[in-house]
């Protein structure tokens, strides 16, 4: 479930999801003025809101969120906000898928450019773990899961959840097809990979001692290259 407004580290200088520097996550974001004459529109109204929720979010919960709060960290009207998104449960689902897209848009752009199948697998699982304790993209996933939801909901949730054992298949396809991966059976090394990322990520969002030293990306990524190395490649 990934993960911050900053994103994770990533190479080649690549920025985060929000094309901001990692040290700038431990920094609340300063709340916006808002120029009701001057209001923004559209996709810019739509994104700067989407932007300012993932950080409300983050700092306040779901359940003291107030939309009064995105307003006024967006630098827009309450009224502009609730324009845009009406109630709060539909709120959080387009954030959530909002924040995903963004995302997911960032690792296909570092994907394209990656020479192998084990680099994609590097940046999968880059941008699959937390960056940091506190990460806001994953504590928006947790506080979403967290919802009771209907059934509409539940099939948005479903269907990003997904995303990311899709990207994961075609990863591990290509490098089977090339020689490069073992010929694992991918439904269920896909299950157990995604299962032990997930594991990790919540170990970083609740700052678990073991990884202030250890890198849970160089754990992560040498336990799925043991499995996937094909055999004689000791």
């Given at each position: 479930?990934?993960?911050?407004?900053?994103?994770?580290a990533?190479?080649?200088?690549?920025?985060?999801?929000?094309?901001?520097g990692?040290?700038?996550?431990?920094?609340?974001?300063?709340r916006?003025?808002?120029?009701?004459?001057?209001?923004?529109?559209?996709?810019?109204?739509?994104?700067?809101?989407?932007?300012?929720a993932?950080?409300?979010?983050?700092?306040?919960?779901?359940?003291?969120?107030?939309?009064?709060?995105?307003?006024?960290?967006?630098?827009?009207?309450?009224?502009?906000?609730?324009?845009?998104?009406?109630?709060?449960?539909?709120?959080?689902?387009?954030?959530?898928?909002?924040?995903?897209?963004?995302?997911?848009?960032?690792?296909?752009?570092?994907?394209?450019?990656?020479?192998?199948?084990?680099?994609?697998?590097?940046?999968?699982?880059r941008f699959?773990?937390?960056?940091?304790?506190?990460?806001?993209?994953?504590?928006?996933?947790?506080?979403?899961?967290?919802?009771?939801?209907?059934?509409?909901?539940?099939?948005?949730?479903?269907?990003?959840?997904?995303?990311?054992?899709?990207?994961?298949?075609?990863?591990?396809?290509?490098?089977?097809?090339?020689?490069?991966?073992?010929?694992?059976?991918?439904?269920?090394?896909?299950?157990?990979?995604?299962?032990?990322?997930?594991?990790l990520?919540?170990?970083?969002?609740?700052?678990?001692?073991?990884?202030?030293?250890?890198?849970?990306?160089?754990?992560?990524?040498?336990?799925?290259?043991?499995?996937?190395?094909?055999?004689?490649?000791?």
């Amino acid at each position: 479930m990934p993960t911050s407004e900053t994103g994770p580290a990533l190479p080649d200088g690549v920025t985060g999801p929000a094309g901001v520097g990692a040290g700038a996550a431990a920094r609340p974001a300063a709340r916006v003025p808002i120029d009701r004459k001057r209001q923004p529109s559209g996709d810019d109204a739509r994104e700067r809101a989407m932007r300012a929720a993932v950080t409300v979010i983050a700092e306040k919960g779901t359940a003291a969120l107030r939309m009064s709060d995105i307003a006024a960290r967006a630098g827009m009207s309450t009224g502009h906000i609730l324009y845009h998104f009406g109630k709060k449960d539909r709120l959080l689902l387009e954030v959530l898928a909002w924040s995903q897209a963004d995302l997911w848009a960032r690792f296909q752009q570092a994907a394209d450019r990656a020479a192998s199948p084990a680099e994609k697998l590097d940046l999968f699982v880059r941008f699959y773990l937390p960056s940091h304790q506190g990460d806001e993209r994953y504590a928006l996933w947790t506080q979403v899961l967290a919802q009771q939801h209907d059934e509409a909901g539940r099939k948005i949730l479903t269907e990003l959840l997904d995303g990311w054992d899709e990207r994961l298949d075609a990863i591990l396809r290509e490098g089977r097809e090339l020689g490069h991966f073992a010929d694992v059976e991918l439904p269920e090394f896909t299950i157990r990979a995604v299962a032990m990322l997930s594991g990790l990520s919540e170990d970083v969002m609740f700052g678990r001692s073991r990884w202030q030293h250890t890198s849970p990306h160089a754990f992560a990524l040498s336990a799925l290259e043991r499995e996937l190395r094909p055999a004689g490649q000791g």
